[in-house]
């Protein structure tokens, strides 16, 4: 079984629309992120959790809003989705290690996201 | 404003050609990675560095980590059309919010058989 899962895979929805992309994970990471990938911009960061109370806004957090609901489950809502927030969206993970500052993320499968 | 600028955006190459990938900054990084995606998938990490001046070879690919930690270049050997893909690099700045990945645009990597 994957270590990071998100639901769903592909989702078709309308303008206006709330949208929860969900994202679970059995790493027993603390950490948990939100991405969203355009072709040509890379991974751009949404939301990043570093515990159930953490919750902190990433470089593109606008029309987005997160929910910790547990250390294993972070999920992403689209309040009122729009045509421009069309996009593959990831969740990661990280064990991010106090010595070295190192800090391996381990991404799921992405949901691809249409908004029409 | 983009951290980690990477070169090139899009890369064709034939089968068994040599090929370079960089990413620069104008900051100094803890430690820089380097991921690969394929169609359908997340990223998955290759490596990480964290000493200026380090390389560490995987195989046919080659990273290393400039001396002033700003930079860092993947060399691949030998392209075979398995390396196809694409390839983030992605830094940890010091004095930033730890934990947290400044990513690269990444290069698009096609290797034609």
């Known amino acids: 079984d994957a270590d990071v899962t998100q639901t769903p895979r592909n989702r078709i929805t309308k303008t206006g629309k709330r949208i929860m992309l969900e994202c679970s994970q059995t790493?027993?990471?603390?950490?948990m992120y939100w991405y969203r990938q355009d072709p040509g911009l890379g991974l751009r960061l949404i939301y990043y959790s570093f515990d159930v109370k953490d919750i902190n806004k990433g470089e593109i957090s606008d029309g987005y809003s997160v929910s910790r609901q547990a250390q294993a489950k972070f999920s992403l809502s689209l309040e009122s989705a729009i045509p421009n927030q069309t996009a593959l969206y990831f969740c990661a993970t990280s064990d991010y290690m106090t010595s070295g500052s190192r800090n391996t993320q381990y991404f799921g499968p992405g949901t691809r996201l249409t908004v029409l | 404003t983009q951290l980690l600028e990477q070169s090139p955006q899009f890369l064709s190459i034939q089968e068994g050609e040599n090929l370079t990938v960089y990413c620069n900054s104008s900051?100094?990084?803890?430690?820089l990675q380097w991921y690969r995606q394929e169609p359908g998938e997340g990223p998955v990490l290759l490596v990480t560095v964290v000493t200026g001046g380090e390389v560490k070879k995987l195989k046919r690919l080659t990273f290393q980590f400039g001396d002033a930690r700003k930079d860092s270049s993947l060399h691949i050997t030998a392209a075979q059309p398995g390396d196809t893909g694409l390839y983030l690099c992605a830094g940890g700045v010091r004095g930033s919010t730890l934990g947290r990945l400044y990513f690269g645009r990444g290069t698009q990597l096609t290797v034609w058989p």
């Open positions: 790493k027993g990471h603390d950490r």
């Open positions: 900051s100094v990084f803890s430690s």
